[in-house]
């Protein structure tokens, strides 16, 4: 299929999106972007992903020439000039020369993961490299993003789905691309946010969501050897939903659990539209 990207506001044809050699995004990996779900046609919790990308502006100084209103907007018109029903939509904004503006793309993809991926559960490898929680950059979601590739390509070669990364204290951290969580037994774990994570869009609706689960929602360091004894274990991402994990760090770990499904299932129902003011005081 040939898809249609937005460049600076104009939609063209992917060979024509172009940004310039002198662009600090190209060179530097300046800049940010967002991975948005698309289902029946709808950018889901799409005021959540443009507050979060001008929040990292902000902390990053780099202007942002167009209003979230205006980049929901474009985000939309691109899904709906693809003729996109279920896939992914990239928004990325980048630094620009020097003495330029910064450059705005947005781009679709069909979806990586199916229905088995969920039935059987994710695998995950740990990584070698620890995650520095005291770097000014953690928590951003920057296009600075090599580490996480090849970490989970080495991953993948292995076999495994993911990579997980712990911190410089050996506590769990994130994925190359999610959060993770711990069911033990009525209370929902994950790492807290100065773990050295970025904290995920998904992640801060699940937490909104656990008490729905019967689920009290736990912030906090956690340690690797947790895995093992956790009652069920899972990854989010905005693409990924809720994702059961079945294999960590070489440990077997219980399988696909009713509470990871629970949640799941609270995830779609919140995606259907009505969460998506709830995080308007909150950059996920």
Same mark, same amino acid.
Request: glycine share 12%; hydrophobic share 40%.
């Given at each position: 299929?040939?898809?249609?990207?937005?460049?600076?506001?104009?939609?063209?044809?992917y !060979?024509?999106?172009?940004?310039?050699?002198?662009? @600090?995004?190209?060179?530097y990996?300046?800049?940010?972007? &967002?991975?948005?779900?698309? !289902?029946?046609?709808?950018?889901?919790?799409?005021? =959540?992903?443009?507050?979060?990308?001008?929040?990292?502006?902000?902390?990053l100084?780099? #202007?942002?020439?167009? +209003?979230?209103?205006?980049?929901?907007?474009?985000?939309?018109?691109?899904?709906?000039r693809?003729?996109?029903?279920?896939?992914?939509?990239?928004?990325?904004?980048?630094? $620009?020369? !020097?003495?330029g503006?910064?450059?705005?793309? *947005?781009?679709v993809?069909?979806? #990586?993961?199916?229905?088995?991926?969920?039935? @059987?559960?994710?695998?995950?490898?740990?990584?070698?490299?620890?995650?520095?929680?005291?770097?000014?950059?953690? $928590?951003?979601?920057?296009? %600075?993003?090599?580490? %996480?590739?090849l970490?989970r390509?080495?991953?993948?070669?292995?076999?495994?789905?993911?990579v997980l990364?712990?911190?410089?204290?050996?506590?769990?951290?994130?994925?190359?691309?999610?959060?993770?969580?711990?069911?033990?037994?009525?209370?929902?774990?994950?790492?807290?946010?100065?773990q050295?994570?970025?904290?995920? *869009?998904?992640?801060?609706?699940?937490?909104?969501?656990?008490?729905?689960?019967?689920? $009290?929602?736990?912030?906090?360091?956690?340690?690797?050897? &947790?895995l +093992?004894?956790?009652?069920?274990?899972?990854?989010?991402?905005?693409?990924?939903?809720?994702?059961?994990?079945?294999?960590?760090?070489?440990?077997?770990?219980?399988?696909?659990?009713?509470?990871t499904? !629970?949640?799941? @299932?609270?995830? &779609? &129902?919140?995606?259907?539209?009505?969460?998506?003011?709830? $995080?308007? +005081? =909150?950059?996920?």
């Amino acid at each position: 299929m040939d898809f249609i990207a937005c460049v600076n506001g104009d939609f063209v044809e992917y !060979r024509q999106a172009l940004v310039p050699a002198a662009d @600090r995004g190209f060179l530097y990996g300046y800049g940010l972007f &967002e991975t948005i779900l698309v !289902r029946a046609g709808r950018p889901e919790l799409l005021t =959540r992903h443009v507050r979060r990308l001008a929040g990292g502006c902000r902390r990053l100084a780099l #202007p942002l020439v167009f +209003s979230v209103e205006r980049l929901a907007a474009l985000v939309e018109e691109t899904v709906e000039r693809n003729g996109l029903r279920e896939g992914a939509a990239r928004l990325t904004w980048s630094a $620009g020369p !020097r003495e330029g503006a910064g450059n705005l793309v *947005i781009t679709v993809r069909p979806l #990586p993961y199916g229905p088995d991926d969920y039935e @059987r559960g994710f695998t995950v490898a740990l990584s070698g490299s620890p995650r520095n929680e005291k770097s000014f950059l953690t $928590g951003l979601k920057t296009l %600075n993003y090599l580490e %996480n590739l090849l970490a989970r390509e080495k991953a993948r070669r292995e076999g495994r789905d993911e990579v997980l990364f712990l911190n410089t204290a050996g506590a769990l951290a994130e994925t190359s691309a999610a959060n993770i969580f711990l069911v033990r037994g009525n209370r929902l774990v994950t790492p807290a946010a100065d773990q050295g994570l970025l904290p995920g *869009i998904m992640r801060g609706l699940v937490l909104e969501l656990a008490g729905e689960a019967g689920l $009290g929602p736990e912030e906090r360091p956690v340690g690797l050897r &947790e895995l +093992s004894t956790a009652d069920e274990v899972f990854l989010t991402n905005s693409l990924l939903g809720v994702m059961p994990v079945v294999e960590a760090a070489g440990q077997r770990l219980a399988g696909p659990g009713k509470l990871t499904a !629970r949640l799941g @299932r609270l995830v &779609e &129902e919140a995606c259907r539209g009505t969460r998506e003011d709830d $995080g308007q +005081s =909150r950059l996920y």
